[in-house]
């Protein structure tokens, strides 16, 4: 373990301030994802700022109909609330399908955002990955790449984000609030919060250097058929190889969103107007253009299944 300061902020804006004013800070929460990565030196902070005391802890009514989930929600009680589970409840479906309950009680709202990625070889330091050390190469590449990317990888990097919830936020067109050192806010769409790649994989969202997580905003409830499928190698404790958040409503229109399957929960707006001809048309169009290794090309016809069951099961609860 490599030696670092400690600080606890008393506001938002003096955590993000006091980042700004050493490099190598992080802010610490629930340090689920953090501590693992600092045991492992891929993560090395000089200073952690521990934002656990802030008063982000709360969800919201909004004056628009919609929710506002404090930045230090805990997973476990954002799944339990009874607002989540009756008018968000995909949300809350993708929550209990993550992690072990011990983690859920620990992970805040906005740490699963922005847990990183869980690519073997981005977790082995002794391997090539320009996430973890730019400009080093992808040691996936041409490697083992079963749980990798198909679609939105690059030639840099064929990782995939981790988070279950960040693809029910995506489904339900979250929104995520910040804060910024000289104590400006901000609200970005939970679409251009997740990065693609692209040449420079390790910037992974749209967060400048020392920008604060504070909440994120859920809009009125669209009703609908709510289903989280996840599909993994293990009952317990695994990241997807495969998940498919839907909201699907009586006439078959709805929003779809995939995990497991690219570097950023995948949403393609203008597919979702094939949800009517079935399965395979929605499929086609959600992943066109993808890049399947021979490894994880099963992907593209567990995706696909995984949309026929989906649309199957909304059809029978409708």
């Given at each position: 373990m490599r030696p670092f300061n400690y600080l606890r902020a008393q506001s938002p804006a003096e955590a993000a301030s006091l980042s700004a004013q050493v490099h190598g800070s992080r802010f610490i929460a629930g340090g689920t994802n953090l501590l693992d990565l600092m045991k492992l030196d891929i993560e090395t902070?000089?200073?952690?700022?521990?934002?656990?005391?802030?008063?982000?802890?709360?969800?919201?009514?909004?004056p628009e109909g919609g929710l506002r989930i404090g930045a230090l929600v805990r997973n476990t009680d954002l799944a339990a609330d009874p607002?989540?589970?009756?008018?968000?409840?995909?949300?809350a479906r993708a929550l209990l399908a993550g992690a072990s309950g011990q983690l859920r009680n620990m992970a805040t709202t906005a740490g699963n955002l922005l847990q990183r990625t869980r690519c073997?070889?981005?977790?082995?330091?002794h391997q090539a990955c320009n996430k973890r050390q730019p400009g080093s190469g992808c040691a996936a590449i041409g490697g083992f790449s079963r749980q990798l990317g198909i679609i939105g990888v690059s030639d840099a990097c064929i990782a995939t984000h981790p988070s279950d919830m960040a693809v029910a936020m995506r489904a339900l067109d979250a929104h995520v609030e910040t804060v910024r050192p000289d104590g400006t806010t901000?609200?970005?769409?939970?679409?251009?919060?997740?990065?693609?790649?692209?040449?420079?994989?390790?910037?992974?969202?749209a967060l400048a250097p020392h920008e604060l997580i504070t909440a994120v905003?859920?809009?009125?409830?669209?009703?609908?058929?709510?289903?989280?499928?996840?599909?993994?190698?293990?009952?317990?404790?695994?990241?997807?190889?495969?998940?498919?958040?839907?909201?699907?409503?009586k006439?078959?229109?709805?929003?779809?969103?995939l995990g497991g399957v690219a570097p950023k929960p995948w949403r393609v707006e203008s597919a979702e107007t094939a949800m009517a001809k079935g399965a395979k048309a929605l499929s086609e169009q959600l992943l066109a253009g993808a890049t399947p290794t021979?490894?994880?090309?099963?992907?593209?016809?567990?995706?696909?299944?995984?949309?026929?069951?989906v649309m199957a099961q909304a059809r029978a609860q409708a």
């Open positions: 902070p000089t200073q952690l700022i521990d934002v656990n005391h802030l008063a982000l802890d709360r969800i919201e009514a909004t607002r989540i589970r009756k008018d968000y409840a995909v949300l073997p070889y981005f977790y082995d330091t901000r609200v970005i769409a939970i679409t251009d919060l997740h990065r693609l790649p692209g040449n420079t994989p390790n910037i992974e969202t905003t859920l809009p009125p409830p669209i009703g609908g058929t709510h289903i989280y499928q996840k599909v993994r190698d293990r009952a317990s404790y695994a990241f997807a190889l495969v998940s498919v958040a839907a909201v699907i409503q006439d078959s229109s709805g929003r779809v969103a021979h490894e994880n090309a099963f992907k593209l016809t567990l995706v696909e299944r995984m949309l026929a069951s």
